[in-house]
């Protein structure tokens, strides 16, 4: 097989008084994604769309939220594991499109980090990343401020 894709999905639960992690870059909110791991639910999208592609399962088998040795994992490392997985695999990353959805804070300002953290995380250039931050309209637990949540899609390419 040339190309392989895979898709990602990932909600977590903001809670005060933790840091936000999303994308490998902390940023200043006042509350963060609750989680065993650091909660960076935009790379725990990503991390399952590339297992996905792989059809290697998910990030909860590869890193399982029962094992301590895995507590706060932070999303850089989880990320750059998946990859060697893609690398070790005999693939390349052809191209990752993401989806934010965040009521609050506003990614705008965060985006270019977030995209070069992550295109430096995977070895990949910026312009195989894309990123889009949407607000849920108000609606549901992301609309109401409780939760952020991401979705992910990638192609792989035979290396
Ligand atoms: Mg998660």
């Not at 190309?3 to 809670?15: F, S, T, W």
């Not at 008084?17 to 994604?33: D, H, S, T």
């Not at 997985?85 to 977030?114: A, H, R, W």
């Not at 910026?126 to 108000?138: F, M, S, V, Y």
């Amino acid at each position: 097989m040339q190309y392989k894709i895979g898709i990602g999905y990932d909600i977590h639960r903001l809670e005060p008084g933790r840091p936000l992690f999303l994308g490998g870059v902390e940023i200043p909110y006042g509350k963060g994604l609750l989680g065993h791991s650091d909660g960076d639910a935009l790379i725990h999208a990503l991390c399952d769309a590339l297992l996905g592609a792989l059809a290697l399962g998910d990030i909860g088998e590869h890193f399982p939220d029962t094992d301590p040795k895995y507590k706060g994992i932070s999303g850089s490392r989880l990320l750059k594991t998946v990859k060697e997985l893609v690398d070790s695999n005999g693939y390349g990353i052809n191209n990752v499109d993401v989806v934010v959805i965040t009521q609050e804070p506003k990614l705008v300002p965060f985006k270019n980090k977030i995209k070069q953290t992550l295109c430096s995380l995977m070895n990949i250039r910026e312009d195989t990343l894309n990123i889009k931050a949407k607000t849920n309209e108000g609606l549901d637990a992301v609309g109401n401020k409780e939760a952020i949540a991401c979705y992910a899609a990638v192609s792989l390419i035979k290396s």
